[in-house]
Structure formats: structure tokens, C-alpha cells
């Protein structure tokens, strides 16, 4: 009875993960070629699908150059075309100049070749978005030291670095120099690490004796959470979305 119970749990699970990877992994057929949708997605939401054609023992994957398109709705296909060569040879696989490919794949590797060529794509078009955000973060910069020279002339010092209660010397952004101490300011786009870096670094620097002035300037207001906002808010005097007309600048001393 006991070894029966064990048997029919074993049987159990077992169709329950069958049902489970056929919820995960989408497949269809179109004019006779394979679509694998897989469970990944671009940072622009959408499903990562691979083509697959051929027959008997020999087939060929592809992207169908999605990942290319996605890189292409970002505007950043000249990044893209610099980093997919280097992703493709990390996978295993090929690029021809709009998409990621794998030919005379056999049976018993067409599975690993599926997995690794969808990998290429999304990891192209993720490091293309992350290159891009990082050149409009550097642009944005340069707008926002422009404005702040303009505003405050010399008492503004940027790329300045202060020890927190902790002793750790931390960099911000900006620190605008007054006859006590300076005001702090950093530049917060909406992803985490940029996020959770600021709370670390105000959050240690909110723990000295003397009170700084701490002021967060969001980049993107718009993509930065609500809860995002409250934490910044908890380590920050003041949170205001970056802009370079005068009320948002006095703000910050």
C-alpha cells in the first residue's frame, strides 16, 4: 500500500510538471516551419519566439532577426549590430547582421540550440537598452552641470565625494558649497541600482552630527514607483523631478 501511494505521487507530480512546461513554452506551426514562443521576454514585453525548419535530422533556428527589431523600436541598432557578434560567439551561435542563427542543428541538440539562440537575442537587446540608458543618463548630465554652473556659478562642485557616519567616502553628483556645509545632490534614474544606491549613501550621510541637505532629482519621473519615491523620500529632504527652470534648481540648497 505504502510503495503504491509513492508510485501514484511520483505519477502525479510528474504530469503535473509535464502541464506546467507545456504552460510555459507556447509552440506552433506556420507554413510548416516550427514557433517556439520561449518563457522570456524583451525589455520591451514582448515573447521571445525562435523558428525552426527543416526535417529529419538536420534543422535550422533562428530569431527571425527579433531581436533586431526590438533593438531597432529602442533607436539603437548601431549598438546593437557592435554587441550581437560578441553575444552570439558567447552562445555558441551565428549572426549574419540582422539575426541570430544556428544551421544543421541535429535532433539531440535542437533543444540546447532553441534555448541558447532566444538567450542571444534577449541578452542583445538588454545590453543595447542598458548601453542606451546609460548615454541618455550621460547627456542628461551634461544638461544638468550646464544648468547648475549657470544657477550657482562656482559654489556648485560636481563628481564630489563625503564621508557618511560610517567613514565611507561616497560620490554624488553634485554638492552645492555654502559658509557650513554643502548640499547634496544626485541624479536618480528609475532603475534600483541607481535607487538603491542613493538610499545607501543619503541614508549613511543623514546619520552625521551637522545636518547635510540632501536633494534627489529624478531623471525619468514617470517610470520611478511610487514606493521607489517614499524610500527616496526617507533618506532624501527633498525629492523633485530633474528640470533646470528655477524653482526645481533653488530647491536644491
Known amino acids: 500500500m505504502v510503495a503504491n501511494t509513492g508510485l501514484n505521487r511520483t505519477l502525479s507530480m510528474q504530469a503535473l510538471l509535464d502541464e506546467i ?34 526535417s529529419d535530422d538536420e534543422f535550422v533556428v533562428t530569431d527571425q532577426g527579433n531581436g533586431y527589431l526590438e533593438a531597432e523600436h ?18 555558441g551561435v551565428e549572426y549574419d ?7 544543421r542543428v541535429n535532433r539531440e541538440w535542437l533543444a540546447n540550440a532553441i534555448l541558447f539562440i532566444a538567450t542571444a537575442s534577449r541578452k542583445a537587446v538588454e545590453q543595447t537598452a542598458q548601453r542606451l540608458g546609460e548615454e541618455r543618463d550621460h547627456d542628461l548630465k551634461q544638461v544638468f552641470q550646464t544648468a547648475m554652473r549657470e544657477f550657482y556659478g562656482v559654489r556648485a562642485v560636481f563628481d564630489y565625494e563625503m564621508r557618511g557616519r560610517s567613514l565611507k567616502q561616497w560620490h554624488f553628483d553634485a554638492a552645492i558649497l555654502t559658509d557650513q556645509t554643502p548640499s547634496l545632490i544626485e541624479l536618480v534614474s528609475p ?14 550621510i543623514a546619520r552625521l552630527d551637522d545636518p547635510i541637505r540632501r536633494t534627489v532629482m529624478l531623471t525619468n519621473p514617470g517610470k520611478t514607483t511610487s514606493p521607489d519615491r517614499a524610500l527616496l523620500s526617507d ?9 533646470t527652470n528655477f524653482d526645481t534648481l533653488a530647491k536644491a540648497a
Not at 36 to 41: G, H, K, N, S, W
Not at 235 to 243: R, Y
Open 21 to 54: 512546461t507545456k504552460e510555459l513554452m507556447l509552440t506552433g506551426v506556420d507554413q510548416g516551419e516550427g514557433l517556439v514562443a520561449l518563457p522570456q521576454t524583451y525589455p520591451g514585453g514582448s515573447s521571445v519566439v525562435v523558428r525552426v525548419r527543416g
Open 97 to 103: 547582421g540582422s539575426c541570430f542563427f544556428a544551421m
Open 74 to 91: 529602442l533607436g539603437g541598432t548601431t549598438i546593437f549590430a557592435r554587441l550581437a557578434p560578441q553575444i552570439a560567439q558567447f552562445h
Open 235 to 243: 533618506s532624501a529632504n527633498i525629492v523633485v523631478a530633474f528640470s
Open 191 to 204: 532603475s534600483h541600482i541607481s535607487i538603491n544606491s542613493t538610499i545607501v549613501k543619503f541614508g549613511d
